[in-house]
């Protein structure tokens, strides 16, 4: 969803497509995306509850809830957009893979990104799983490392072999990207004591905007680090 909003904010029209339960906190998730002016494409699961993530502090919980059934029933076809984001925590795990593999697969806008979403998902990553149908990567430099046993810098070029533009999030450090043998690279704002909880969601929903409205890479990271570091200072203390 932060990528969404994000997006919105940059002046897209965004779309979520999920699963959520028949429960209180689904009818939330919708009309938070109604108050934000993006649409909801949400398939609501008559038995599981509507999922959930808790950040405390650096550590993450997460219950995937009925998004871990989300199947490709719930996916439109066709998948009508200029740029499409793929989470990991959906492609990479099971009960949602399929869901999220006929996603890329209906996808036939310019731009197909996957977020890897975390280093353990990265690690279990085949390569063939990430890059069918995409063609830019998002993640973090623990993933990266645990996609390609490289650091930062290094880790991009690999992924560049791979996908038209590999993007490495690097936290108050900004990012990297590499685009065929180019590297690029942005800082970011510093936010003082503030969680980074869906900073990374919100550079995603932003670069990709950005990458649709032709921008060279390196002003579409400075966007995004830009979004990411505007979530984080907006969140509540």
Same mark, same amino acid.
């Given at each position: 969803?932060?990528?969404?909003?994000?997006?919105?904010?940059?002046?897209?029209?965004?779309?979520?497509?999920?699963?959520?339960?028949?429960? +209180?906190?689904?009818?939330?998730?919708?009309? *938070?995306?109604?108050?934000?002016?993006?649409?909801?494409?949400?398939?609501?699961?008559?038995?599981?509850?509507?999922?959930?993530?808790?950040?405390?502090?650096?550590?993450?919980?997460?219950?995937?809830?009925?998004?871990?059934?989300?199947?490709?029933?719930? $996916?439109?076809?066709?998948?009508?957009?200029?740029?499409?984001?793929?989470?990991?925590?959906?492609?990479?795990?099971?009960?949602?893979?399929?869901?999220?593999?006929?996603? &890329?697969?209906?996808?036939?806008?310019?731009?197909?990104?996957?977020?890897?979403?975390?280093?353990?998902?990265?690690? *279990?990553?085949?390569?063939?799983?990430?890059?069918?149908?995409?063609?830019?990567?998002?993640?973090?430099?623990?993933?990266?490392?645990?996609?390609?046993?490289?650091?930062?810098?290094?880790?991009?070029?690999?992924?560049?072999?791979?996908?038209?533009?590999?993007? $490495?999030?690097?936290?108050?450090?900004?990012? $990297?990207?590499?685009?065929?043998?180019?590297?690029?690279?942005?800082?970011?704002?510093?936010?003082?004591?503030?969680?980074?909880?869906?900073?990374?969601?919100?550079?995603?929903? *932003?670069? &990709?905007?950005?990458?649709?409205?032709?921008? +060279?890479?390196?002003?579409?990271?400075?966007?995004?680090?830009?979004?990411?570091?505007? &979530?984080?200072?907006?969140? +509540?203390?």
């Amino acid at each position: 969803m932060n990528a969404a909003v994000a997006a919105t904010a940059a002046g897209a029209a965004s779309t979520v497509i999920g699963r959520v339960g028949s429960d +209180p906190a689904g009818d939330l998730v919708s009309a *938070a995306l109604a108050e934000r002016d993006i649409a909801g494409q949400l398939a609501r699961d008559p038995d599981l509850s509507t999922g959930a993530a808790v950040a405390l502090g650096a550590t993450v919980i997460a219950h995937r809830g009925a998004n871990a059934q989300l199947s490709p029933e719930d $996916i439109p076809e066709p998948l009508a957009a200029d740029a499409l984001l793929v989470s990991g925590f959906a492609l990479l795990q099971h009960g949602s893979a399929a869901a999220a593999t006929v996603a &890329l697969e209906r996808f036939a806008g310019r731009w197909a990104a996957v977020d890897t979403a975390s280093p353990k998902l990265a690690v *279990a990553a085949r390569t063939e799983e990430l890059t069918a149908n995409a063609n830019v990567i998002l993640a973090t430099a623990d993933e990266a490392r645990a996609l390609t046993g490289a650091e930062p810098e290094g880790a991009a070029y690999r992924l560049a072999s791979q996908f038209e533009i590999a993007c $490495i999030k690097l936290g108050e450090q900004g990012a $990297i990207a590499v685009r065929g043998d180019r590297v690029e690279r942005a800082a970011a704002k510093p936010v003082a004591d503030r969680p980074a909880f869906g900073a990374g969601d919100a550079f995603a929903g *932003a670069l &990709l905007v950005a990458l649709v409205r032709d921008d +060279p890479l390196d002003r579409a990271l400075e966007v995004a680090c830009e979004a990411g570091a505007r &979530l984080a200072r907006e969140a +509540p203390g």
